[in-house]
């Protein structure tokens, strides 16, 4: 939790998911709300894009506060990707897009990787976490089940741990809360590091 060094910060993300960890974790916080370009480059991998993309809207997030002459607090960003045998799958465009993805997870897993950048002044620090999702052996008629629900929509890799998808899970081998698009641990430790810095 933050301390009296640092008592507020920015989250730049429109996830809803994020800001409830973030209150989880009794964090005051307000959301910064804007967009920027998330388009993989040429020969680039999974992880040097997450990374980059991160660093990229903490940049993009101090200059919007300072546009807006808001106050001056640290930027918390994070990116969440969804990889299978090496591709980025992003999320679902439509539900056949859902399903070809499920179809692929079906006893297999998934790698999911997460970003996250705290910047604040001259302190900028990126940090990424990387998972395995294992799923169970599904049949055609379970994952239409599922995709039934709409719960796959507008998630990276069509599903969400933490919410109905997390039935058909066998097992994760990395961090529960990482997969779910923002690890609690890294926060804390990125948070402390910024207060001692501060002091």
């Known amino acids: 939790m933050v301390n009296k060094s640092i008592s507020k910060i920015y989250l730049a993300s429109k996830s ?4 409830e960890l973030l209150t989880q974790m009794g964090i005051n916080f ?15 991998s999974p992880f040097d894009y997450s990374q980059r993309i991160c660093r990229e809207k903490a940049e993009a997030g101090w200059q919007y506060m300072l546009d807006r002459e808001l106050p001056i607090l640290p930027i918390l960003t994070a990116d969440t990707e969804v990889i299978y045998q090496g591709q980025v799958l992003g999320k679902p465009v439509d539900y056949g897009d859902a399903f070809r993805m499920w179809r692929m997870f079906a006893g297999d897993c998934n790698l999911v990787i997460t970003s996250v950048t705290l910047k604040y002044d001259d302190f900028e620090k990126t940090v ?29 890799g069509a599903y969400g741990i933490q919410s109905l998808a997390g039935q058909y899970i066998q097992k994760i081998d990395g961090c529960f809360y990482a997969i779910m698009g923002l690890p609690l641990n890294t926060v804390r430790n990125l948070l402390h590091e910024l207060n001692s810095d501060a002091k």
Do not use: C
């Open 128 to 156: 990424t976490s990387q998972s395995w999702v294992h799923f169970d052996q599904l049949s055609d008629e379970e994952i239409h089940s599922y995709l039934a629900t709409g719960d796959y929509k507008d998630k990276s």
């Open 30 to 44: 307000e959301i910064l709300s804007f967009d920027i370009p998330e388009i993989v480059a040429d020969g680039e």
């Open 16 to 19: 809803p998911r994020r800001a």
